[in-house]
Each structure stands twice: as C-alpha cells, then as structure tokens.
C-alpha cells in the first residue's frame, strides 16, 4: 500500500468522525431546529481556526448491542481553536450518536481537553446536548462524570468555564455546567434538571412539561441557574463571544484591554435629571451605568434574576470592569435573598479573574419579612458581604442616593475593604431612613407633644439635615471625596487607573469558609 493510499484511507475516515451519527440523524436534529455539534463549533470559534482532537477514538463497551454502534470520535468532538484571535478550548456533545450519551472515552475526550486547558492558560466552552450517562456502560459512564465534576472543581478561578445548553442535560450531568462560571441556554430546545416529568408524576403525582420544569425561561427567572438566554443557536453563540471578549484567559492574566474612542474625560450632564432627589422615586440605574461606562456598551449577566440587582461586565477607557448596581426600578433596590447570592457571585468571579468591581448603591436596606428570614437572608447576606471583603481586586464605589444600615457595609464600602468610596451630594449615608430612625430616638418626644404629626415632620427634617447626607462620613474619612455626578465616569476611571498596581493578599490558609 503507498502512501497516497493510506492518505485516500486517512481521508474516508476522517469523513466518517465527521458524518458522526449519519445524514438520517442529522437531519433529524436540523428537524428540531438544533445545530449539529460541528456546525456549533464552527459558529463559536474563528474561521477555519478548529484543530480537532481524539476523532478516531471509539467506545469499549460491548454490552447490550451497543458493540454494533461505534462511530469515530463518540459522542463528543473535542479541541482547540480560537475566539476573537485567542486560543480556546471546546467541546461539543454530539447528540446524532448515541444521544450524545457520556461514554467512558467521552468523558477522557472532554477531561483531556480540561487538562489542557487549564495548563495552557485558556478558556474552556461546553455544548451541551445529551441524553446524560450511557446506561449500557453502567457505573463506568458514572466514574466518567466524576472526574469531570473533579476538574471543573479544581480548574475554577483558575480558567474561565461556559456552558452552552443546547439541549438535554439531565440527572448527574447537570452538575458539569452548574460548576462552571456562566451558562447559556438557549429557548426552546435547551433544557436542565434533576429528574424528569415522568419520575415527578410518579412520585408526586403533578404534571409538568419539559419546559416549565427545566426550560431557559425558568433557569433564568426563578431558579438563576441560567445566566443567559437566546432566541436561537446562532445568536447564543455570538453572546459567548462577546462576553469572552470581556473576561482574561485566566487568572495568571489581566482583563484584555482595547483601544477605546469613548474620552475618558467625558461629563454627562444627563446624570443630573436621571436619578431623582426624592428618595421615593423610582429610576433606572441601567441609564447611570450606560452613561459611565466606554460608548454606553453593558453586558448584563443573570438580567431576569433578582433584577433589584443589576451585575455585569463593560470597559472603562478600554479595560474590562465588572459592575454591581442597585435597580430603584424594582423593589427599591433592596437586598433580598436572590440579589445577595447573585451579587456575591458575580463578585467572587471578578476576583478570581482580576477584574475590578466597580459598584453603584442605592440601597435602602436588606429586606424585611418572614419570608425572607425563613430562607435565609442572613445566611445569603452574609455571603455577599463575604465575597466584597475578601475580593482583593481594585473596589470603587460611587453613592448615587442613599446608604442604609447593614446595606451600605456590603456595598465595597470602606470596612470591606473599597479601595475608593465617592458619593453624590444627593447621597444620604446613615443607619436607617430619616422616618425609621426618627420613630425609633424620639417615640416618647412625639407621643408627649401637643401636635405628634407636626413633631415628627421638624424632627424628620432635623435628622436628614444633620445625618442623612454625605458629609458627616466625609468628615470621618469613610467616604473619600463628594464628586458632581455629571464626573462620575472620569472620576471612576482616574480611580481605576491609580489602583492598577494595586497587590493586597488575604491572610495565608488553606481557604475560607464562606457561609454557603
């Protein structure tokens, strides 16, 4: 045999791992308006930049008739290529073999590709679309599982991770993406739980579909597990783009920087009539941040969860800034359960990949009920808390309006540590509101005086005159400059500058134990 026959022989099979399940069972997948995992791949990365790994490798099970069924590569297509000029790793569940079912050498495949990931220094993105374990290899599929749980584990705050839900993942294999740093779904085709409609009907007896159990819409609204949702498979994939073009390729880097024609020295003037005096008057901070930030451009991340918190990534003078933002426009802006534990995240993830915080309050307290202390307020406040004292990225603050009790401490104020603490003259910065706080010291006052209402209104005033505004924290160093808002964004980013040398280390141990 010459050469140019084992090339014509290379070829038809490279043809063969390429044609994965069959033009049959492609086909079936364009039927269901989904993608086939090549095709996925070559939205996500550059042109004609995919260097595949392992297309050859094939399964070693032999039970049940599935020895009749081995197709080149499996049930995954794993390798390189890049995004917007820059290495990353991939891997695509290929739902035409098998289901995209995890065999034992699948699992190798996508731990293989971790590895090298995680040793090179560059993201990694999971396609997801698969009928989960493969039943006929048993506990081996199981063991497979594992050891990628293993290694999103160990490689987090290390590389970035993203899942792509692009279809099924059920039972132990969502577990792969609820470790990773961000999931997309994308509506109507992706979709995530624990067991199915059926197990519920049979051990509950309620009735749900598919998507009102594990849909986008539900990850995304109710449970937060969903960071992400698009319309369809093309738009999903130019979203992990774009949000890669945001984030380093890993922690032993700085955020990318890029050459920006947004002038640094920029003043707003709309910032004076967008956030209202009037502390009861609702607005919407995603006009503050949009004016701030390089040509008003804002990622938002977990936009339908928790939306009293608004969290997300944009670029000051160029470089990447992660924001947090309370949204007056719903519930006031209040910590509940839900904002505290996506503020905590997206803070922690920040800090992982050297990205500095740069943090808006107006908040007016966490907030009350027997709901909220029944879950856990404490418990979830706590880890927001947490995650802003041990972040040890730069940390700048801007007060818009108003800073309440335990709620203003969270917010990178400067007993946790914020590197730079600003507030508008508007900002009112005291342990509660002037009512709570005037019902509170002079009850007995008002109950004695001849005209209780009118009492209270003087001692309401009295008290927003002498506490509620920014200079009394000025005065005691916690607040380092009260600036005009239409300066806010040249302020931020003169502060930015000034800390990018900034190195500060929390005490040596094995890790803390944040209040999860």
């Known amino acids: 045999m010459t050469i140019h026959d084992r090339l014509n022989e290379l070829e ?12 049959k069972r492609i086909e079936s997948q364009h039927a269901k308006g989904k993608l086939t995992a090549r095709e996925r791949i070559a939205l996500l990365l550059d042109k004609d930049s995919f260097e595949e790994l392992d297309p050859f490798v094939t399964h070693r099970c032999a039970e049940f008739g599935v020895d009749r069924e081995r197709v080149p590569g499996d049930a995954v297509v794993t390798g ?18 098998l289901g995209g079912s995890l065999s034992r050498v699948a699992a190798d495949k996508i731990c293989k590709i971790m590895d090298l990931a995680a040793s090179t220094g560059a993201p990694i993105v999971g396609l997801l679309d698969s009928g989960g374990a493969r039943i006929q290899e048993g506990v081996e599929s199981l063991d497979g599982y594992g050891d990628i749980f293993t290694r999103n584990t160990l490689y987090s705050g290390i590389i970035p991770q993203i899942s792509v839900i692009m279809g099924p993942t059920a039972g132990g294999a969502v577990y792969s993406p609820a470790l990773t740093d961000f999931i997309f779904m994308v509506k109507g085709i992706g979709q995530m739980y624990i067991t199915g409609p059926e197990v519920i009907k049979a051990v509950t007896g309620g009735e749900i579909t598919f998507e009102q159990l594990g849909g986008a819409n539900t990850h995304a609204v109710k449970s937060g597990v969903c960071h992400f949702t698009a319309d369809n498979e093309p738009d999903c994939l130019k979203m992990v783009r774009r949000l890669l073009s945001f984030l380093p390729q890993s ?13 640094p020295n920029r003043t707003t003037e709309d910032l004076l009539e967008i956030v209202p005096v009037d502390q009861a008057q609702p607005y919407d901070v995603k006009r503050v941040i949009r004016h701030i930030v390089d040509s008003g451009d804002f990622m938002e991340v977990h936009q339908k969860f928790a939306p009293n918190l608004v969290v997300g990534f944009a670029r000051m003078a160029g470089r990447t800034a ?7 426009s719903h519930l006031a802006g209040v910590i509940d359960v839900d904002a505290a534990e996506k503020g905590a995240r997206f803070v922690r993830f920040c800090d992982c990949y050297n990205i500095p915080i740069v ?23 706590a880890k927001f808390i947490y995650a802003y004292a041990a972040a040890t990225v730069p940390k700048v603050s801007v ?35 002037p009512d709570g706080a005037v019902n509170i010291i002079f009850r007995e006052e008002i109950n004695r005086a001849a005209n209780p209402r009118e009492m209270r209104e003087k001692l309401i005033e009295e008290y927003r005159n002498k506490f509620a505004n920014p200079y009394v924290a000025a005065r005691l160093g916690l607040i380092d400059d009260i600036i005009d808002p239409r300066e806010t964004r040249p302020r931020i980013i003169r502060a930015l500058e000034m800390l ?6 929390n005490p040596p141990r094995r890790h803390g134990n944040i209040p999860l």
């Open 12 to 23: 038809e099979m490279r043809r063969n791992a390429a044609s994965g399940g069959g033009p």
């Open 80 to 97: 390189h290529g890049k995004i917007n000029g820059r290495l990353t790793f991939v891997f695509a569940q290929d739902f035409t073999v």
């Open 251 to 263: 922690s032993r880097e700085p955020p990318p920087a890029i050459e920006s024609d947004d002038d």
């Open 322 to 328: 992660g924001i947090v933002a309370q949204q007056p």
């Open 359 to 381: 943090t808006l309050v107006d908040v007016p307290g966490f907030m009350p009920g027997v709901d909220q202390e029944h879950r856990g307020i404490i418990r979830h406040g």
């Open 399 to 433: 007060i818009l309006r108003k800073a309440y009790g335990g709620a203003y401490i969270v917010m990178s104020s400067k007993s946790l540590r914020g590197d730079i603490c600003y507030a508008w003259p508007t900002a009112e910065i005291a342990v509660m509101g």
């Open 500 to 505: 990018q040398g900034k190195r500060e280390a």
